[in-house]
């Protein structure tokens, strides 16, 4: 999806203002104007009122452990990377983003707080991180 | 209005050098001489498959022809894993609404003919593509997030999914169509290579060829057959794909829903089940199947294969042909097979796994990672 993730398999979508707003180091989410509802990840269709009216909001980057696994067997684009750690996190203020571990999977407690940010990957490519707070 | 099932064939499982269509004849033929009947007594082929596999494409129309059905009507149904059990859904469907009689149901998959690149290509576009995939997540990767959030609510260990895999090759050792025919050790599988963690090569099955089949006709007809085995109760129900729209990671939602469908419709309760095929393409799959089909309660499914509550003998015997995990799993063909093992359960055909007396037996089908759930239950 634009720029997000190490390999693109989406080449359009309605959610085109991410790459932008990933640039800017921002992990964006969406809301509905209608019924307020966040959408994280963002899309622009609300499946709540039906309304296609939405804006962005941006996340703080913080947030909880939910669960996650260590890839040993990698599926294309993704050999040279095995073994990597997926992280499913929980965001502050609502929704949930997948993100690659920046630390050793026998230090997550599946609870614990941890941050997200965004890195930059070859290409011009870019992929949220998750880091375990103390 | 009931719908019975009169025929039933079932081919090998595993890497099979032969065509899609001629995997699909075997059982075919099988079934149609299980039953006496000749393809001019059929209204209707329904197929049941997962088309990304193939390289031929239009699949249904290619079987049609090769099994000698033209003209009639045939089409495929399509569900991910569950695709069987949807077109199964689908012969009910047309059969109680009086269009068709006689309906062939087959579950058919060639998945070996593709190219390791390929496969590797196919497996890293299981998940929401837009927002998961980009990350290098997969099959294994996404049940072994259920696991590990598994083990965190309910201390379900390693061991546990381990004697999952035990149990289901202790019974694929005594099925002639499973792909692989043995017994293992816990000490085995355990030690075997990880794959995703805490997900192991012995927690997964295996992708494979294969096809089953069935003939499923209305109630009039199937009074006729000697044995004739019952729709009983059909449920299905959908959950989101992504796991980032989905609120618990350590059950299957649409399984739950599903299964209540099914009971209602059947008007049993779990307890009243006999003996179950469940998709453990996965072990910790057939651990979250125990409850989320209410076999025991919430958390309680490590404990109760740790029993042996799910062994012949036990309370509810589940997956004594072997399951996905010891018969392979050629993704189209899964829920016909599960089927096919209930009608011969339930016929008392099943030799050494048949569990004494069986009258309502259950199958319980996931698509995907559960955004489809097919739970479908059979009487005699």
Redesign the interface.
């Known amino acids: 999806?634009g720029k997000?993730?190490?390999?693109?398999?989406?080449p359009f979508?309605k959610v085109d203002g991410i790459e932008e707003r990933l640039k800017e180091g921002k992990i964006s989410a969406t809301r509905c104007k209608k019924c307020k509802n966040i959408y994280?990840?963002p899309r622009m269709d609300c499946p709540e009122c039906l309304d296609e009216e939405m804006e962005w909001v941006d996340c703080e980057g913080k947030g909880t452990l939910?669960?996650?696994?260590?890839?040993?067997?990698?599926?294309?684009?993704?050999?040279d990377?095995?073994?990597?750690t997926?992280c499913?996190v929980d965001v502050e203020g609502g929704?949930?983003?997948?993100?690659?571990l920046d630390g050793k999977?026998e230090d997550l407690k599946?609870?614990m707080g941890v941050s997200v940010g965004i890195r930059d990957l070859p290409e011009e490519r870019m992929?949220?991180f998750v880091t375990p707070e103390e | 209005m009931r719908t019975g099932v009169i025929g039933i064939g079932h081919g090998k499982f595993g890497r099979r050098e032969v065509t899609v269509q001629e995997l699909a004849f075997e059982p075919f033929r099988e079934a149609l001489d299980d039953c006496g009947l000749h393809q001019k007594d059929l209204d209707a082929l329904i197929v049941g498959s997962s088309p990304e596999y193939h390289r031929q494409r239009s699949l249904s129309g290619v079987v049609a022809e090769y099994l000698g059905m033209n003209p009639k009507p045939t089409f495929l149904v399509e569900a991910a894993c569950a695709s069987s059990s949807a077109a199964l859904a689908t012969a009910d469907a047309y059969i109680r609404a009086g269009i068709y009689d006689t309906v062939a149901v087959l579950g058919v998959q060639k998945m070996l003919e593709l190219s390791t690149?390929e496969i590797?290509?196919l497996?890293?576009?299981v998940g929401?593509?837009?927002?998961?995939?980009?990350?290098?997540?997969?099959f294994?990767?996404y049940y072994?997030?259920?696991a590990?959030?598994h083990m965190?609510e309910y201390g379900t260990t390693r061991e546990q999914m381990a004697a999952v895999a035990v149990k289901n090759h202790h019974y694929g050792a005594k099925n002639p169509n499973a792909m692989f025919q043995k017994e293992i050790t816990a000490e085995k599988a355990l030690a075997s290579?990880?794959?995703?963690?805490?997900?192991t090569l012995y927690d997964c099955c295996a992708n494979a060829d294969g096809a089953a089949c069935m003939i499923v006709t209305n109630e009039e007809t199937a009074k006729k057959a000697d044995t004739p085995i019952w729709m009983a109760g059909l449920g299905s129900a959908t959950a989101p794909m992504?796991?980032?729209?989905r609120e618990k990671?350590s059950e299957i939602p649409s399984a739950i829903d599903a299964a209540r469908n099914a009971y209602k419709m059947a008007g049993i309760e779990p307890k009243d089940v006999d003996v179950a095929d469940v998709h453990d393409c996965f072990t910790i799959a057939e651990i979250l199947a125990y409850e989320d089909l209410g076999f025991c309660e919430k958390g309680g499914g490590g404990k109760m294969i740790e029993e042996g509550e799910t062994h012949i003998g036990g309370r509810i015997p589940v997956n004594v042909d072997g399951g996905l995990k010891s018969k392979g799993h050629p993704v189209g063909a899964t829920g016909v097979s599960m089927a096919v093992e209930a009608v011969k359960q339930l016929r008392g055909e099943a030799g050494e796994r048949q569990v004494d007396g069986a009258e309502v037996a259950l199958m319980h089908n996931v698509g995907g990672i559960g955004q489809y759930c097919f739970v479908n239950i059979l009487r005699r």
């Open positions: 999806m997000l993730g190490k390999v693109d398999f989406v979508s994280l990840p939910v669960t996650y696994t260590t890839i040993h067997a990698a599926p294309a684009g993704f050999e990377d095995a073994p990597y997926i499913l929704g949930r983003l997948v993100g690659w999977e599946i609870g992929i949220y | 690149p590797l290509a497996m890293g576009r929401d593509v837009q927002w998961e995939s980009g990350f290098g997540t997969t294994p990767g072994a997030m259920f590990h959030r965190y290579r990880m794959v995703a963690s805490p997900l992504s796991v980032l729209r990671l």
